[in-house]
Antibody, heavy 120, light 107 residues
Framework: EVQLVESGGGLSQPGGSLRLSCAASGFTVSRNSMSWVRQAPGKGLEWVSMSYSGASTNYADSVKGRFTVSRDNSKDTLFLQMNSLGAEDTAVYYC??????????????WGQGILVTVSS | DIQMTQSPSSVSASVGDRVTISCRASQGINSWLAWYQQKPGKAPTLLIYAASSLQSGVPSRFSGSGSGTDFTLTISSLQPEDLATYYCQQSKSFPITFGQGTRLEIK
């Protein structure tokens, strides 16, 4: 069974940093592309970043230059380093897995989400 | 960026009703469209991929159609457990974008 479990969220002051982790089980991270998607309180879904199985990455303009996605294939874990946080980054962050991005373009598995709150 | 616009923003229907939700892309996306269901307090789950392919394990009352710019999610016979917000998502080009969501309420 595929499971994704996020951790590392919490409260950060404006301008601060947090590092989210997404631990995967039931599949091999190195073979799959994965994304971070966030949802501000009471709002819709916003795509944040993509980490391809081949190590390339892609980012939303709203986080480009501030957020960095990476992975540790040996630990089947995806990371999101978030710097220069602002109130607009307050959201539940989900990691999501795509089994076949080039063929389906969809996210088949999602973590339970982790709350990030940016406030002084 | 490709904008995704869903309509209606909310809908109320009775158990057994047929419900349709529309999603329009600001430019052609072929069939690079997925639909997700998000129940209150939960993560999204995939319903439909490639515009009309039913994800494994999803009840057959859910179906998707369309290509190009106009897409539809249909629930053929609404069930109480379908109370949720539904999102469309395009993957034709980056940035990946979602519709604003359609909240489905049960009368």
């Amino acid at each position: 069974e595929v499971q994704l479990v996020e951790s590392g969220g919490g409260l950060s002051q404006p301008g601060g940093s947090l590092r989210l982790s997404c631990a995967a089980s039931g599949f091999t991270v190195s073979r799959n592309s994965m994304s971070w998607v966030r949802q501000a309180p009471g709002k819709g879904l916003e795509w944040v970043s993509m980490s391809y199985s081949g190590a390339s990455t892609n980012y939303a303009d709203s986080v480009k230059g501030r957020f960095t996605v990476s992975r540790d294939n040996s630990k089947d874990t995806l990371f999101l380093q978030m710097n220069s946080l602002g109130a607009e980054d307050t959201a539940v962050y989900y990691c999501a897995l795509t089994e076949n991005w080039s063929g389906r373009g969809s996210y088949e598995y999602w973590g339970q989400g982790i709350l990030v709150t940016v406030s002084s | 960026d490709i904008q995704m616009t869903q309509s209606p923003s909310s809908v109320s229907a009775s158990v057994g009703d047929r419900v349709t939700i529309s999603c329009r892309a600001s430019q052609g996306i072929n069939s690079w469209l997925a639909w997700y269901q998000q129940k209150p307090g939960k993560a999204p789950t995939l319903l439909i991929y490639a515009a009309s392919s039913l994800q494994s394990g999803v009840p057959s009352r859910f179906s998707g159609s369309g290509s190009g710019t106009d897409f539809t999610l249909t629930i053929s016979s609404l069930q109480p457990e379908d109370l949720a917000t539904y999102y469309c998502q395009q993957s034709k080009s980056f940035p990946i974008t979602f519709g604003q969501g359609t909240r489905l309420e049960i009368k």
